[in-house]
């Protein structure tokens, strides 16, 4: 690495021989020919014209052929960049070292993951003892030739002689469940079909609980599913004597239930959801035959869990009445809120509790950084437990009768590390740190805060090289989410490492919508005040120019899912404010989302078109793909997804990716590049993450200007 006055001086050099140089012309693309059909939808009165409607079908021959058109004009414009083959290897190389999870015991064995550097899948390993012979358990490398197959949940019996473990094919949300004998590995009775959104729950060691659909009718990776269902598997029984535990019913449905034993084997917690926030909750005495389930919460008005439970004490996690999230304890005979007693109050910071060695440990989120305060069983504050820096720390939790726990350490400079704590004295200890050609010294990270369009005080964490001048023209990723309550804490990426080694800066503001402080906070980003989460995005860019870390011509903005919604409307509300777009896997089409697979259960925090006129009008006004506009010069815009994405269905990608290209004007690409056997994200093999990630960086420098990489230029 360069010593931090030397990078300096270089980013100023290049810079200053950019001023000089012409304006790069951009590689011209020719576009498939995408057919517009005769295609009207009528919602309140309005007509709304879906011309790419076809592009649904993803079954069909035509779609099939669209998409190798649009691929082979996508690689033909990126193959042309001249340092994408550069990119790929120098991710190779970061990406090569091997990686490490916490180990856990389970039965007389402790088990680990671990990947030697550039295999597809982690491998799961495992010893008996402390000093047995370290052996392969699970390698789900060997699944299949191209590691398209991945290891999804998996857990253990309570005497660890048993393990159901779930695998992935292709990337789809849709899983397999296998169960396996630890001692011999041969697989015991039924493989389980036809799961999805779902872990697996052991009642002592006789079977487990699972959630799943009734497969639809349609297409497996498309057609609605909103009727999830709880079941109870037997060992050695075939999975159609599987018993129906909750849901089914006509009268009722849910798109998201989970059933989960708590640890002594005494209950079963049932959660029921019709969207992704609030649930329904009730619990089953599994020590008496044919009990009834008892009602905890009849309502969705919060977010509510049992974490633990001492007999038939029960300590619950719940945001009722508490928007930061508290824990209550209730005994099981009367669990309603009228008889709830306080245990951890809330406070102004949001809590994450998890429990281990006979401790609550409770995470509190401090401006998106972590805070970890360990309780007793009576309430009693032991310590705040000391951790090595500034960032995030996660893992912590464990079985009642542990005394060491594992926790990882991370920010967004920073390769994850994992930590040994005892839980008894408090005192914690490296256990293992990365051997990774990144040297963390030599970038630091900032915390600002910016306020938005109404005058809310939004974070934001920008990550680069010490010694970086603030002259404008450096190249820019600003990442973003805002939303389902889901907080963006500081963790390395690969990626984004070697983007920051090029010079680039990774900014990343933490939205409304999201959850970073709580309840109110997510709902301040949601249905009529989803506004409010790109105005955010907009005014941290403005932010980032202002201050100039960056100008419009060297920003790149990105996000993915909820975030590839955010970057398709920012783009389309202000094409003007960056250089180049990358919404990946995205939310595209506001007006029918929640037709496909599982999306009603976001209606929660986007509201339907059907919901109202005044809703409908609402999400027409921003929805990505009714709103790319004729004669607007959109940026420079790589849309991705995958052909097996069952979450968020490729037809979003692909109808905006029509549209921006019948549409663009002037010479900027617009380009969509689709992935194949793959899915949201979950899963994916590390050969096709470094392939996207050279191709995305690539692209997003070459619209920026830079004819070859920036590190290189410095280097000259």
């Known amino acids: ?333 009367k669990p309603t809120p009228e008889y709830w007693e306080d245990f951890i109050p809330e406070t102004e910071h949001v809590l994450s509790p998890s429990t281990g060695g006979g401790y609550f440990f409770t995470e509190y989120m401090v401006d998106a950084v972590s805070k970890i305060l360990q309780y007793d069983y009576e309430g009693k504050l032991i310590r705040e437990v000391k951790l090595p820096g500034i960032g995030n720390a996660g893992g912590f939790g464990g079985k009642k009768e542990d005394k060491i726990d594992y926790y990882t350490f991370t920010n967004y400079n920073t390769p994850t590390s994992i930590y040994k704590y005892n839980i008894d004295t408090g005192i914690s200890e490296l256990y293992w740190k990365p051997k990774i050609d990144f040297n963390s010294e030599n970038y630091e990270s900032k915390q600002v805060f910016f306020n938005s369009k109404d005058g809310t005080k939004v974070p934001m964490i920008i990550t680069h090289k010490k010694g970086i001048t603030l002259n404008g023209k450096n190249p820019t990723i600003l990442y973003g989410y805002g939303g389902f309550n889901i907080s963006l804490y500081p963790g390395f990426s690969i990626t984004n490492a070697v983007w920051m080694e090029q010079g680039g800066i990774y900014a990343v503001p933490n939205l409304r919508g999201g959850g970073e402080y709580g309840k109110e906070w997510h709902k301040a980003g949601t249905q009529m005040q989803k506004q409010n989460v790109f105005d955010d995005f907009i005014a941290a860019a403005d932010y980032l120019i202002e201050n100039k870390y960056t100008t419009s011509d060297y920003l790149a903005i990105s996000g993915r899912s909820n975030g590839g919604l955010l970057v398709g409307a920012t783009m389309t509300q202000r094409p003007d404010l960056m250089k180049v777009a990358l919404p990946g896997v995205g939310v595209l089409d506001m007006l029918r989302y929640h037709t496909f697979t599982a999306g009603a259960g976001w209606a929660y925090d986007y509201g339907t078109a059907e919901q109202s006129k005044e809703m409908f009008e609402y999400l027409k006004g921003y929805s990505p793909v009714h709103n790319v506009k004729e004669g607007v010069s959109y940026p420079a815009t790589m849309v991705t997804t995958g052909d097996h994405d069952d979450r968020v269905v490729p037809a979003h990608s692909f109808k905006f990716a029509a549209e921006l290209q019948s549409k663009q004007t002037g010479n900027n690409p617009t380009l969509i590049r689709i992935e194949t056997d793959a899915g949201h994200g979950a899963g994916t093999p590390v050969s096709k993450k470094i392939e996207e990630a050279a191709d995305v960086f690539g692209f997003t420098l070459y619209n920026m200007g830079f004819d070859s990489l920036p590190l290189k230029t410095q280097e000259k």
């Open 1 to 333: 690495m360069k010593n931090i006055i030397l990078a300096g001086f270089c980013l100023i050099f290049i810079n200053a021989c950019k001023e000089n140089q012409p304006e790069k012309q951009n590689n011209t693309v020719t576009y498939p020919d995408t057919k517009q059909v005769d295609f009207v939808d009528t919602y309140f009165g309005v007509s709304v014209k879906d011309p790419y409607r076809w592009l649904e079908d993803d079954r069909s021959e035509e779609t099939g052929l669209w998409v190798k058109q649009q691929n082979k004009a996508t690689f033909g414009y990126l193959k042309d960049i001249p340092y994408r083959k550069e990119l790929k290897e120098r991710l190779e190389k970061m990406w090569n070292y091997e990686k490490l999870g916490a180990p856990f015991t389970e039965g007389d064995y402790t088990y680990l993951y671990k990947n030697d550097g550039l295999q597809n899948q982690n491998v799961l390993y495992r010893k008996k003892g402390e000093v047995g012979t370290e052996e392969v358990f699970l390698n789900p490398n060997t699944f299949n030739e191209d590691g398209t197959i991945s290891l999804g949940a998996i857990s253990f019996s309570d005497d660890g002689k048993f393990v159901a473990y779930a695998i992935s094919e292709g990337g789809s949300d849709w899983r397999k469940i296998i169960t396996m004998d630890t001692e011999t590995k041969e697989t015991v009775g039924d493989t389980i079909v036809d799961v999805k959104f779902s872990g697996m729950s052991w009642y002592k060691n006789e079977g487990f609980y699972y959630s799943s659909y009734d497969k639809p009718e349609g297409s497996e990776l498309s057609a609605k599913t909103d009727q999830h269902k709880v079941y109870y598997h037997k060992l050695r029984t075939p999975q159609k004597e599987d018993q129906l535990v909750y849901g089914g019913t006509a009268e009722e449905k849910h798109r998201y239930i989970y059933g989960r034993v708590t640890k002594d084997s005494r209950y079963l917690v049932i959660s029921a959801q019709t969207s992704t926030s609030g649930n329904k909750l009730f619990i089953k005495d599994l020590t008496q035959e044919n009990s009834p389930l008892i009602t905890i919460l009849n309502h969705t008005d919060s977010d509510t869990y049992v974490i633990d439970n001492i007999g038939s004490k029960l300590y619950i996690v719940t945001n009722l009445n508490a928007p930061n999230q508290k824990i209550v304890t209730v005994d099981a005979s």
